[in-house]
């Protein structure tokens, strides 16, 4: 079983090095969490690219949208999944195979999505897997903005805060 | 969604100090800054949109988020080895957002008998007033809790040891009987502190505190907030529709969903406190903040000076008996023991052989002690429940309550020992 607790060194690097994220179950539904989450991370300077077969050539906060992973052009490090944990293994299947042509080195689940098979599939193939997190609530926390809102990030520092990004 | 996702490498002491509180990002203040606004600019109306319909991080109006007072919520979810918290303007206005996010009308919810007499009142009159309904069952007796529970039932609520006479139950055993009902436990730590026990990891899934107590411990302050332990899973069962079901005051957004183990927090916020307004004061979290900084310094002296102070009144010939869990005499001592190693806290009651009259003459006659209702201050405290708190009771109902005619009770405060000893002396030698 893969081990769910992340420590705070390893989400900051993925978050660090992350550019490009092609987030599957993207929704054009400005209340679904996939929704605000990809306008937060495109705030925060990602670029986020929307991936769902429903409504694949439309565009979602100036991105436009692709069916699959295999379709989005140029590479892309992060594969962000917002579908239910029984969907996550096929996508994480069609990610280890496009991760040479797309440079794709993480695999970031979801809150509430977790595949523990599946993630240790990607591992197997030496991608990073992060399972039932959120990378807009991890950016945050890591940031102090999620302390805004009386949430324990665990961070103590004396050094000023840079504001994020 | 199980644990709580949070690094605790730093002691408590250390934790007490910082957690929550950085330098000021703009001016580089050291300690918190006090923000008396109300309210903070949007940086376009989409930042607004954005913001009020809890899709991004930030301020708005201070009744939600205030940034001192978010300091504070950190620092003790912190402490407290939780997820996230909540503020409120008193004690009893946190326990309110914790049964308003966890109730619908008609619900119920098991308490502990032994409670603060304020939470007695809240539950079983307040609360019935808006069809919340509560029995009482005894916290050395787990089974009485699971007797007590029915198709209705949404939560457990204990304290971890009781105001005021100092009774711990079993922990253990209540959480294993919340959890197989697949409902919350939640503990009031108030009059234990995160520093002397942490319910959270006994299974609690919600702490509340006044915070009016000892985290502020000065009693310059009153306040009050709620700690989500952040592993309860509110999708187990249909018992929590405001958690699992969308919120159609936010276009249909599901706490649950979005904010996983903090999804209680932000649901207490978004819709209790914001529709009630029970907002703490900023300048109240800042003393509260300063208070905490000291927080294992002060416990370990209230504890050593009242266990000074009960051993020495329970030699005393002008009292009848002592009851705190401190003590080899108490019910609760072996529950002290296995939870609370370093001490069950400095709030206890004692009787006086004399009865009602000796009871009155002793709160008179200290001079050092102050007669007062509160707890958990630098200062001792002393107070003769039958004649005042609660003296519109029966002798009948003031017995059941733990407050009957000798009954006296008293929070030890961190003066030199000998003092408050001396004080008692000469006020029990007019009794
Ligand atoms: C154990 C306990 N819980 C809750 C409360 C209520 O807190 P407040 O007075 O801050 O509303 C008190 C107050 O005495 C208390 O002692």
């Known amino acids: 079983m893969c081990n769910l607790n992340y420590s705070d060194r390893i989400i900051r690097q993925v978050l660090e090095q992350t550019t490009t994220i092609a987030m599957v179950g993207a929704s054009a539904n400005w209340v679904r969490p996939s929704n605000f989450a990809m ?4 705030q925060k300077k990602y670029r986020v690219i929307p991936v769902n077969p429903v409504i694949s050539g439309t565009e979602i906060h100036g991105e436009t949208c692709y069916a699959e992973l295999a379709e989005v ?13 029984e969907d996550a293994g096929k996508i994480v299947d069609e990610a280890i195979n496009l991760k040479n042509e797309k440079g794709i080195k993480i695999i970031w689940m979801q809150l509430g999505v977790i595949d523990h098979a599946a993630g240790a599939r990607a591992e197997a193939e030496g991608l990073t897997v992060i399972m039932d997190r959120c990378p807009k609530i991890e950016f945050g926390r890591l940031n102090h903005e999620l302390s805004w809102s ?5 961070v103590i520092s004396s050094k000023r805060p840079r504001l994020a990004r | 969604m199980t ?4 690094t605790q490498d730093f002691g408590f002491a250390t934790r007490a100090i910082h957690a929550g509180a950085a330098p000021d990002a703009a001016t580089g203040a050291r300690n918190t800054p006090i923000h008396h606004s109300t309210s903070y600019v949007f940086d376009d109306a989409e930042h607004a949109a954005s913001l009020f319909n809890l899709q ?6 201070s009744r939600l988020t205030n940034p001192t007072v978010a300091v504070l919520e950190e620092r003790i979810a912190n402490l407290e080895g939780g997820r996230a918290a909540c503020a409120a303007g008193s004690g009893h206005a946190a326990q309110f957002l914790v049964f308003f996010t966890l109730l619908e009308p008609g619900d119920h919810f098991v308490a502990s008998r032994n409670l603060y007499g304020g939470s007695i009142t809240q539950f079983g009159t307040s609360f019935k007033k808006l069809g919340w309904h509560c029995d009482f069952a005894d916290p050395l007796d787990p089974e009485t809790f699971r007797a007590a529970i029915k198709e209705t039932s949404k939560a457990i609520f204990i304290e971890s040891v009781s105001n005021p006479s100092s009774v711990i139950g079993d922990i253990d055993a209540i959480a294993s009987i919340a959890q197989e009902a697949g409902i919350p436990l939640i ?12 319910p959270i990891k006994y299974g609690a899934d919600i702490v509340t505190h006044s915070t009016t107590k000892y985290l502020n411990g000065h009693g310059n302050s009153m306040g009050g907030v709620i700690v989500e332990a952040g592993k309860f899973d509110w999708a187990q069962n249909d018992k929590f529709p405001s958690m699992t079901s969308p919120d159609d005051a936010y276009h249909g957004l599901t706490f649950y969903e979005t904010f996983g183990d903090f999804g209680f927090t932000m649901r207490a916020r978004a819709v209790a406190l914001r529709d009630f307004g029970p907002a703490l004061s900023p300048t109240n979290a800042f003393m509260t903040l ?36 401190g003590l080899r005499s108490s019910p609760s001592f072996k529950h002290k023991n296995k939870y609370f190693r370093q001490g069950c806290g400095s709030v206890f ?3 006086v052989k004399g009865g009602f009259d000796a009871g009155i003459r002793l709160v008179e006659g200290c001079t050092l002690l102050s007669h007062l209702a509160n707890v958990g201050d630098t200062r001792s405290l002393i107070l003769h429940p039958a004649s005042t708190t609660h003296r519109q009771l029966t002798e009948k109902q003031q017995i059941a309550a733990g407050a009957g005619p000798d009954v006296v009770r008293i929070s030890v405060g961190i003066e030199t020992v000998s003092d408050i000893i001396a004080d008692l002396e000469q006020a029990l030698s007019k009794t």
């Open chain 2, 56 to 61: 991004t991080f930030g301020f708005i109006y």
């Open chain 1, 150 to 154: 009386g949430i324990n990030t665990g």
């Open chain 2, 3 to 6: 644990d709580p996702k949070i």
């Open chain 1, 73 to 85: 052009p140029g590479p892309f490090e992060m594969v962000d999944i917002f579908r239910r944990s």
């Open chain 1, 39 to 42: 306008k937060y991370l495109q």
């Open chain 2, 187 to 198: 503990v009031d730590n108030t009059m234990a502190t995160p520093y002397l026990f942490n």
């Open chain 2, 290 to 325: 300063t208070g905490i900084e000291t927080l294992p310094l002060r416990m370990d002296r209230h504890v050593a000076n009242a266990e000074a102070v009960a051993t020495w009144l329970e030699d005393h010939p002008a009292i009848a008996w002592v009851s705190y869990a």
């Open chain 2, 349 to 351: 009651t004692f009787g």
